[in-house]
């Protein structure tokens, strides 16, 4: 079976930083992405990860331990606009369709 | 380069009635998904199609609900005999590559079914 977790919600202040934590159980991998959604908008693309490790751009990094299939979005110097809901989903393959956790929404206070 | 194209953004109807959701992939895409959003929950995959075949629809209910993806045109999300359960967001995606395949998501269909 396919099964992705991530916390429902977080909370954080403006400039700090937040772990975002994604654990999955799927019958087959080849790369875990990360989106963000704002409320009533499309999901848009953030990170790729299909290698053990971090993958850092600008204030997002994403993590992957294939191993313990677990990965986290890390978001620094947070922003007011970073108040979203942030997606993990994983995909198995060669034509193979992706399989979205429930999302954490992550409200960010002044 | 215009992104992913779904047509109607908003579309209201009454028990009963047909709905039918379009999208049009980014240029050079062959693959596209459809998922549906429920209000404050995540994305639920229906169906993975590449041109002129249904690859994946594991995710779509076997009754009222059907997708194509013609070889000339945008792909048809059709809902027959809608109901109230059925109001929610749909949105498609598009990816150029089976392999690496990041998917790019339009702007959704807003459906409500009165």
């Known amino acids: 079976g396919q099964n992705i977790d991530q916390p429902t919600e977080m909370t954080a202040t403006e400039g700090a930083i937040v772990q975002i934590n994604c654990t999955y159980q799927?019958?087959?991998?080849?790369?875990l992405f990360w989106y963000q959604q704002h409320a009533g908008e499309a999901p848009t693309f953030l990170s790729y990860?299909?290698?053990?490790g971090l993958e850092e751009k600008g204030r997002f990094s994403s993590f992957l331990s294939r191993s313990k299939g677990y990965s986290y979005l890390l978001l620094k110097e947070l922003q007011m606009k970073d108040s979203a809901s942030y997606l993990c989903?994983?995909?198995?393959?060669?034509?193979?369709?992706?399989?979205f956790g429930p999302g954490t929404r992550l409200s960010v206070l002044p | 380069n215009a992104g992913v194209m779904q047509n109607p953004r908003h579309l209201v109807r009454r028990r009963g009635q047909e709905a039918r959701l379009r999208c049009s992939p980014m240029?050079?895409?062959?693959?596209v998904y459809w998922y549906r959003q429920l209000p404050e929950e995540g994305l639920k995959f229906m169906v993975y199609?590449?041109?002129?075949?249904?690859?994946?629809e594991s995710g779509m209910p076997k009754e009222r609900f059907s997708a194509e993806f013609p070889k000339e045109g945008p792909s048809i999300l059709r809902i027959q005999q809608v109901v109230r359960g059925d109001s929610a967001a749909y949105f498609c995606a598009s990816s150029p590559d089976p392999v690496y395949n990041e998917q790019f998501f339009g702007p959704g269909t807003r459906l409500t079914v009165l």
């Open positions: 799927t019958s087959g991998f080849n790369g």
């Open positions: 990860n299909v290698l053990d």
């Open positions: 989903a994983v995909t198995g393959g060669y034509g193979q369709n992706f399989v």
């Open positions: 240029k050079g895409h062959s693959h």
């Open positions: 199609l590449q041109k002129e075949n249904i690859i994946d």
